[in-house]
């Protein structure tokens, strides 16, 4: 995000107020100026409910691998609109850093999976269902 940013400001911290109109930045620039406020394309802004957490190792991996791809997605489609090398040049770097950690999830999710019972096909934590005094499951 701080590399983002960096870009964002970059581009945008000697505009003028005729540049900030031609290039539709005037209400985000009526909000913020041009300081950095985080927020996905179609202006919302960030928030901390996009981390999702369910404390099952399985599931929060899924998520990770998840958000990973989506974030090497938005790379993606920047770089295909960016042709400045000096924009595209740390979104490939971040781009490259999203693949490699889809690939450590992954991996990390394989380890998880290949310690669950053997008779577990659904890959859901039977950790959290040893001591229950539910009698739904046999």
């Not at 490939?92 to 999710?109: A, D, P």
Request: aromatic share 12%; with cysteine; hydrophobic share 30%.
């Amino acid at each position: 995000m701080e590399i983002v940013c960096a870009i964002i400001y970059q581009l945008t911290k000697n505009l003028s107020v005729e540049e900030i109109e031609k290039y539709g930045f005037d209400k985000y620039y009526v909000d913020h100026t041009l300081g950095l406020w985080p927020q996905s394309a179609g202006g919302a802004p960030w928030t901390s409910t996009y981390f999702q957490s369910k404390g099952d190792p399985i599931t929060d991996l899924h998520e990770d691998m998840a958000a990973e791809q989506k974030a090497r997605t938005t790379y993606d489609n920047i770089l295909r609109l960016v042709k400045d090398s000096e924009v595209c040049d740390p979104i490939r770097f971040l781009r490259e850093r999203e693949i490699v950690h889809y690939q450590r999830f992954g991996e990390s999710l394989r380890i998880v999976q290949d310690h669950l019972d053997h008779k577990n096909f659904y890959a859901y934590n039977p950790e959290f269902d040893k001591n229950s005094n539910c009698n739904c499951r046999k």
